[in-house]
């Protein structure tokens, strides 16, 4: 228990997170616009949204992951945590086969949303994309007005019929953002605080109306009071969206994950449990020595 409080630190906003339901129907997960098919015979519970099953990726000759498994729950947020080179983006990416775009990357193995192989021939990467979003680092606006930075989103995913305003306001105020901006949808993206434009990404990135959002250490480059800001969003939008979310900061994860998965050197998976169980009594010792700062 030890490493969990000194993990939440004594400034912690937040409640420990709660051990996870096996039950769906309290998420307030999404299950409309399945990918997989009534007959498919491998469908699977309705409160896992992606199962990977040795999972291996290769950048060229080099492996970098080995046979990863790892069931994430629908509506719950999953941090992905380990030291630096050890795979976290590599796995991140393949789940919505960005890794695709990386010439010397290929994938063995299966990766399953809702029950889909998502490395399917059949599988077009730029619909799955549409069901699960992406969060990047460093906030990425385009030079664009806030509202246009908005309707791209919805645009680029063939979504911009019908009320596309009432569609941007929302997405802003999921997002957090709406009240700051609401009388300045003209002006620039850019000409927001980097807190700002990175809930406007996330505001880009949930106006489809995923049901995963990926993202990959979406406040390493804000400030405290920034960090804060999208630790608390992060936390509302697992209400309505899946999360996996990679971070090297262990009291985020402590504060504001459910589950997490710890990654160490060569790619593999060490460790996937419950966030308090991990960061109070893991199983591995690798993993321990990990969060308590014993090496990485
Ligand atoms: N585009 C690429 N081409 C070749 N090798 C890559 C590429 N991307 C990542 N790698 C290699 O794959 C391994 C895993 O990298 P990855 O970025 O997934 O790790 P990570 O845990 O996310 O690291 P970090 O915490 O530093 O971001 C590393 O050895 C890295 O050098």
């Known amino acids: 228990m030890q490493y969990y409080r000194d993990l939440m630190g004594t400034d912690a906003q937040h409640e420990p997170p709660q051990s996870s339901s096996s039950d769906s129907s309290d998420t307030g997960a999404q299950t409309d616009g399945r990918m997989v098919s009534e007959s498919d015979d491998r469908s699977r ?42 795979g976290k983006s590599t796995f991140l990416r393949s789940i919505n086969r960005m890794n695709d775009l990386i010439d010397v990357a290929r994938v063995d193995g299966d990766l399953y949303f809702q029950g889909k192989n998502v490395y399917d021939e059949d599988v077009d990467p730029v619909a799955l994309r549409r069901k699960i979003g992406m969060v990047f680092q460093k906030p990425n606006p385009f030079p664009k007005s806030i509202r246009d930075n908005v309707a791209y989103g919805l645009r680029v995913q063939g979504k911009d019929d019908g009320d596309v305003d009432e569609k941007v306001r929302t997405a802003l105020e999921r997002a957090a953002l709406l009240e700051e901006v609401e009388d300045q949808l003209d002006s620039s993206g850019l000409d927001l605080s980097g807190g700002q434009q990175q809930r406007l990404c996330i505001a880009r990135a949930i106006a489809p109306d995923p049901e995963v959002i990926l993202m990959d250490e979406p406040a390493s480059a804000l400030d405290p009071v920034a960090t804060s800001k999208i630790e608390d969003l992060i936390e509302d939008l697992s209400k309505e969206y899946t999360v996996v979310i990679v971070t090297h900061n262990m009291q985020q994860a402590a504060r504001i994950s459910d589950k997490t998965a710890v990654f160490l050197t060569g790619g593999e998976l060490v460790e996937f449990d419950d966030t308090n169980k991990i960061f109070e009594n893991p199983e591995h010792d690798r993993v321990e020595d990990y969060i308590t700062g014993k090496f990485g």
Request: hydrophobic share 35%.
């Open 45 to 86: 519970s309705d409160s896992i949204a992606l199962e990977s099953r040795n999972l291996d990726v290769y950048y060229g000759d080099d492996q970098a992951l080995r046979s990863i498994d790892m069931q994430i729950p629908e509506g719950q947020v999953t941090a992905l945590i380990g030291p630096s080179g050890c």
